[in-house]
């Protein structure tokens, strides 16, 4: 009986290790692409791809949106201690704020960069409809648009989301719908940068923000043939963001599903 129970506790232990193996596996399938370095508030790095490029987990940090402008501009890094980088490196940066919330599905705030990617890079394209171009718009990803039965014209009920209790209810019109992606990409939806700052929670601006409502969550930048070059460091060391290389956190988490399906075996 003892050698029974230890078979059976045995082969429940490996089973439920090679289930997660399972859904950890899940993850690589749907991870979004956008870019090759993601700059976030600081936090693990784990937590920012998953949180960036997989929609999930609790509300992150700001980071000041005026970080990008010097990226986009081609202008060098300037810093408070005299530090600079430049930036001819970079080919995009995509501003990415979480906004809102419809049932189960995210709302990020971004601008045109998102659709107009660098040629060849992660494409997306809309299925039908039109890029939002004016206040009260949004654009859903496949699966949202699937899910919650929602067409062109359709006026779509969202409730504000900023990572506190609080919630406001208001309305946005539906111009536009993405073509699938099989990414998490197919699972939000997409309105104009300032308009989702606008709806940040007043409270958690005051109480979070040092650049009041100028503010993102992440920034998705792509870089020419993987010339990180100095940005990156200074970005790390004299700044409030921090920078991850998509592609090494990428490897981080296979190692980790890895070592689980080792187990479960």
Known sequence: MIAILAIALGISTSSILFKLYLLSTSRFDTLARGGD????????TLDILLGSLNLEGDYPAFIPRKLADPLRSNYQIQFQDGAAAGASAVQSVIPFLYYARL?????IGTDDNFLNRPAGRDP????????????????????????????????????????DASRTTF????????????????????????EAQAAINGDVIQQRSIWQRDVVNYLL???ANDQFGSVESLINQR??????????????LKEVTEQVKRSGF
């Open 37 to 44: 370095m993601v700059v976030a508030g600081k936090a693990g």
């Open 103 to 107: 049932n189960d599905f995210r709302g």
């Open 124 to 163: 997306i394209s809309l299925k039908e409809g039109h890029w939002f171009s004016a206040p009260g718009e949004i654009v859903l990803g496949a699966t949202v648009a699937e899910k919650e039965g929602l067409r062109l014209g359709d006026s779509a009920v969202l409730q504000s989301w900023s990572g």
């Open 171 to 194: 309305s946005a019109k539906v111009v536009g719908v993405l073509n699938p992606t099989r990414t998490a990409w197919d699972r939000a939806f997409y309105a104009p940068l300032p």
């Open 221 to 223: 930048v792509y870089v």
């Open 239 to 252: 700044s409030v963001g921090e920078t991850v290389r998509v592609a090494h956190e990428l490897e981080r």
